[in-house]
């Protein structure tokens, strides 16, 4: 009765870790796509990030399902571990010099290393980006140069509602910036407009940074190349984990784990590259 209720206990393990990883892969698509807009230059491109980082952080359904996703990490990782400590535990003695365990590849014999390095990748990431965006008192608003005429340049902040403040009138106190992104009348303090936090800025300053932005750019690409291994064997595992086997579409869930896992992994690194190197 022990041993049965044990695997339940670990089938169902299985079942959420497989449900958890294939949701983040969802994530990932999503995420991916996009941090893709960073591959462009000039202000508009600026201002699409900016836009899509707004809408990411403002939009309610998108909040709740940042939550989700936070759980979600959370989970697929503690029970990533619990699952591996209880697989050591039921190895017999003698399993190191199994041929079967010697011939499985690398990523499956090493999933819990690998799901530790990439749980390090993203607090670090949450850190230099996500609680900056969120967090940080200082955080630059986007501006853009116009010409006002006469070839003279002047500097206006972007609204959320379309339209430019600006940038002198913040300097000579008519206006002040409070709770980070909204511009108050300094006099009448009732709300003038909504900027937008430049989330681009930081993100090509981090990775162009003449102090780390070179190794900031060498730990990404590698931090994504750990993720290639961990999603070359996660994806195909987890549709196993929950039966979904069957021989007329084993081998497509398989090509389509495998072209995932170099494709998305591999857009993710060349976006701090192409910041760093060619932007």
Sequence with gaps: MAKSALLKSSLAKKYWMALTGLFLCLFLVGHLLGNL???ASGDEAALHFNEYAFFMTTNPGVKILSYVTYFSILFH?????????QN?????????????A????WASRNMAVLGTLILVFIVTHMVNFWSRMHFDENIPLQTVSIDAGDGIQQEFYITTDGSYVPKKQVEDGTLEIRNRTDFYDARAGVKYKEGYKDLYKITVDFFKNPDYGLIATILYALAMLVLAFHLYHGFGSAFQSMGLNNPSYNGLIKNFGKAFAIVVPLMFALIPLYIHFIL
Excluded at 77 to 85: E, F, H, N, P, Q
Excluded at 88 to 100: E, I, L, Q, T, W
Excluded at 102 to 105: G, S, V, W
């Design 88 to 100: 050591r535990k039921a190895r017999p003695k003698g399993y190191v010099k199994n041929n079967a």
């Design 77 to 85: 990782a503690i029970d990533g571990i619990v699952l591996t400590i």
């Design 37 to 39: 807009q960073l591959l």
């Design 102 to 105: 010697a011939n499985t590849i």
